[in-house]
């Protein structure tokens, strides 16, 4: 009856990827992620027509930090929500248990889940980046100066990487959309505000990832790129908090019902 | 129930129980209590109840969706959930929703990739399952404008799709018109007569009647009786169910139309 066909195969790239481009495409199709986009990029450019707003800093720092503002708070909103919504929503139309009850091992899906959502976040932050490196080489910026704003683009979507793991631990065990995403969002307040813990009864805090680091305004004020060595410090950082919450997130979900 | 000992069961459910805590602080909730069946391979089971007897909860702990509370669920003596065992199960959920945004030769494509079939295989499969679904012509639209009957269709082809040993179906017969009905025991009785095992849950007598090799009649989480339809129905056998000649009359006067 059974045959090599029904042998289990192994854990395998190609259907994390698969996962990764359904969840993507999935995205892509959703009014409300495709509004996050039109809007960003809209305020965005918006920055041009608010620069006399600019409470005395000049011009070209002010619509510098109201794009990466916008990347920022824009990407934070959407992580939350978009990793709630793609997560859930194969949940409750039992199209995941189509998936899940397939030779798809559970960390497969949620990395799969996980990946389409940071291309989703990568597209975000490329397309705004993209408009307000527009915005500001028309006002006379030189960007390729040093890499700062790539830099700052990149500490940005750190970040949102971050948030949207936070709020896929969140979904691991969660039991609605609305819950994963006031939580996802929550966590993420909670981790940008890590850094005013300080000791006391809130030095449990410390636990948690700091956000604040990734703010790259302080690096565009300085004008220089950061050091390398810091970057890289950073970027370890950020790699053990994903993979930590990718781990716990996977052992939760193993022990999911459907 | 005769089975050599060398073959293992195709299902084995053994004093499996499953109860539910519906929310953190009430109690809980049985929704099967000491299920033991036993089904051999190539047989068709009909699981028969009413709402809340347990009847999906069986195929969700077959699927691997749910772990038993207490005693065991195995597939082809595999626990059931194990990656052993889902290799050699395709499920259909009850009512599923696939991505409306897929067309249903992508979706199936996509679900050829999860099951770990060569790209070689994948395509002939795909095609294979388009036709024998009778969705040939419409494998490139999208599964948006798909009717019930066609997404239940779709439904069935995803999970016989690896052409899988065990077939589990949910309500499969669920918002379908009595064509849909027949078009679905038509393909039960073909996946049968091809040596597969198939489990399907259903609240038409008539429909697992005449597809059944075996009947299970469950209510309040308990089986109240178990065996081959002439078992079952004994001296009632007879008698054609009403609705099944209601059915009849209607396609007749149907085609009649046409």
Redesign the interface.
Same mark, same amino acid.
């Given at each position: 009856m059974t045959d090599a066909r029904h042998n289990v195969p192994a854990a395998s790239l190609r259907r994390i990827r698969l996962i990764a481009r359904h969840t993507l495409g999935e995205a892509l199709h959703q009014r409300l992620i495709l509004l996050f986009g039109v809007t960003g990029a809209a305020l965005v450019l918006g920055s041009l027509w608010l620069r006399d707003f600019n409470f005395g800093g000049a011009e070209l720092k002010f619509i510098g930090d109201f794009g990466l503002g916008v990347i920022g708070l824009g990407g934070t909103l959407l992580a939350a929500l978009a990793t709630a919504h793609l997560f859930f929503g194969e949940i409750t139309s039992r199209a995941a248990a189509c998936v899940l009850t397939r030779p798809v091992r559970r960390w497969e899906y949620l990395i799969g889940k996980f990946a389409g959502v940071t291309a989703l976040l990568t597209l975000f932050v490329l397309t705004l980046a993209l408009v307000l490196a527009a915005v500001l080489a028309g006002r006379g910026a030189q960007l390729g100066a040093g890499g700062v704003f790539l830099q700052a683009c990149a500490l940005q979507w750190m970040k949102l990487t971050l948030v949207a793991a936070m709020t896929m631990l969140v979904c691991s065990y969660a039991g609605s959309v609305l819950f994963a995403s006031c939580a996802g969002l929550l966590l993420a307040l909670a981790a940008q505000l890590r850094g005013f813990s300080g000791g006391g009864n809130w030095s449990w805090l410390r636990v948690w990832p700091e956000l604040g680091l990734f703010d790259a305004e302080a690096l565009l004020a300085a004008g220089h790129p950061a050091a390398a060595a810091w970057l890289l410090r950073l970027a370890a950082y950020w790699a053990a908090y994903l993979l930590l919450f990718v781990v716990i997130a996977s052992h939760a979900f193993k022990r999911r019902e459907f | 129930m005769i089975q050599s000992t060398e073959a293992p069961w195709?299902v084995e459910f053994a004093g499996f129980a499953k109860s539910y805590r519906p929310t953190w602080t009430g109690r809980r909730l049985s929704a099967v209590e000491s299920l033991t069946l036993r089904l051999a391979?190539?047989q068709v089971l009909g699981l028969l109840g009413p709402n809340g007897s347990g009847k999906s909860t069986a195929l969700?702990a077959l699927?691997?969706?749910?772990?038993p509370t207490r005693g065991t669920c195995r597939v082809?003596g595999h626990a059931a959930g194990s990656?052993?065992a889902?290799?050699?199960?395709?499920?259909?959920?009850?009512?599923?929703?696939?991505? #409306? =945004?897929?067309t249903g030769r992508e979706f199936l494509e996509?679900?050829a990739?999860?099951?770990?079939?060569a790209p070689a295989?994948a395509a002939r499969r795909v095609d294979e399952m388009l036709q024998w679904s009778g969705l040939g012509a419409a494998a490139r639209q999208r599964l948006g404008t798909y009717s019930k009957g066609m997404g239940q269709r779709l439904?069935l082809a995803?999970?016989v799709l =690896?052409? #899988?040993?065990l077939v589990?179906l949910d309500e499969p017969a669920s918002g379908l018109d009595p064509q849909g009905r027949l078009d679905l025991n038509r393909l039960i009785r073909d996946l049968a007569a091809r040596?597969r095992?198939v489990v399907f849950s259903s609240h038409l007598l008539a429909q697992a009647e005449e597809v059944c090799d075996r009947l299970a009649l469950l209510g309040q989480g308990r089986l109240l009786a178990e065996g081959t339809p002439a078992e079952l129905l004994g001296a009632r056998r007879p008698a054609a169910p009403a609705p099944s000649r209601l059915e009849q009359l209607y396609l007749e006067k149907l085609r009649e139309n046409d």
């Open positions: - | 195709a391979p190539g969700k699927a691997g969706l749910i772990m082809f990656d052993a889902r290799a050699l199960v395709g499920y259909l959920p009850e009512s599923p929703q696939f991505s #409306p =945004h897929l996509y679900c990739g999860l099951s770990a079939l295989e439904g995803q999970a =690896h052409d #899988p040993p589990l040596g095992t």
